[in-house]
């Protein structure tokens, strides 16, 4: 079986438990990838990691070259995606240190890198994206948090905002209206590029403060950085319990 691939975000700039074994600077048509993707052996198994907000660096969500991140692991042959992302809870349900495995998006960003398709192939790319996460990649997440009795929430509508500023109260509260469960920055156009490329996708979020105007206290940088430390220990028993559920490659 191929191997997947993992996307680390804000507080997961190493995955704890990969023995890297190789660096793969992949080439790509748009230019270069946050940093080298690293090729390791969790367990038995080959796994590929990239950090997209790059190291020892940190790229803002709205420079991120999502193209050429997708490009590359797609490039390395991955059988699929798991991209990691910090998000805020906006219903009652999505509680500050809950995973989360988002089942549809909502994409406010805006002028992002966000689609492959420069009219040269003579024809539209016009992808489905009625289902924009891979069912089968969310499945396996469910059933290892059921397995490993992890706290998650099985589908959420996530919400892309444009950061690298967080987000007013108003605009939580149109996002609430809209439907939106969770608000992050960096789910799109990731999810979308990878669909375009026929790239099964899905996400983990973890959510580390309830977002603006939700809570009494002001938002803290440093709460979130606790919370970050340590779901970012629950995501790596969550991704213990994937790999071990999946053939050794």
Known sequence: MKPLAIIGGTGISELEGLEVVGEHSVETPFGATSRPVQEGRWGDTTLYFLQRHGSPGAIPPHL???RANIWALHSLGVSGVYAINTVGGITPEMQTGRLVFPDQVIDYTWGREHTYDDGASGSLM???FTEPY?????????????VARIAHEPVAVHGVTQGPRLETAA????MARDGCDIVGMTGMPEAALARELGL????????????????DLPLSVDTMREI??????????????????????
């Open 134 to 146: 891979d069912r089968a990649l969310r499945m396996a997440l469910i059933e290892a948090a059921q």
């Open 171 to 174: 605009e939580i509260q149109r």
């Open 228 to 249: 970050l430390t340590r779901e970012a220990a629950v995501v790596r028993q969550l991704l213990t319990e994937v790999i071990r559920a999946r053939p050794a490659s």
């Open 64 to 66: 991120i070259n999502y």
């Open 200 to 215: 099964p996708f899905a996400c983990i979020c973890m959510v580390v403060n309830p977002a603006a105007g939700l809570d």
């Open 126 to 128: 016009h992808i489905d």
